[in-house]
């Protein structure tokens, strides 16, 4: 079966349970049992998308953060032993004057 005509099969079939919830909805003046589920079914999928869209994003974010902090790390060990040249360098000034 193409997926088009599994399209088709969906659309027509919705538009059956569409005039079965209208009239349930003449009849009883509300909304059927399974027009709520299919709702709720409905939003609880939106939702799952959103907290998925979050979680990736999140995940995202945190990889950064670990990026930066590992970039941030190499910088500070790179200026530490610039430091310690810098302290060192008088210290050789002294030691070739003495020789």
């Not at 909805?25 to 079914?41: M, T």
């Not at 360098?89 to 003495?98: Q, S, Y």
């Amino acid at each position: 079966m193409t997926e088009e005509k599994k399209k088709q099969e969906e659309q027509e079939q919705e538009r059956q349970e569409q005039k079965q919830e209208e009239q349930t909805k003449k009849e009883n003046g509300k909304p059927s049992e399974k027009k709520r589920k299919k709702d709720e079914k409905k939003q609880l999928k939106e939702e799952i998308e959103t907290l998925n869209d979050q979680l990736l994003r999140n995940q995202a974010e945190l990889q950064n953060f670990k990026r930066r902090m590992n970039e941030e790390r190499i910088r500070e060990r790179k200026f530490a032993n610039a430091e310690l040249v810098k302290s060192l360098l008088p210290v050789l000034d002294n030691f070739e004057i003495a020789l």
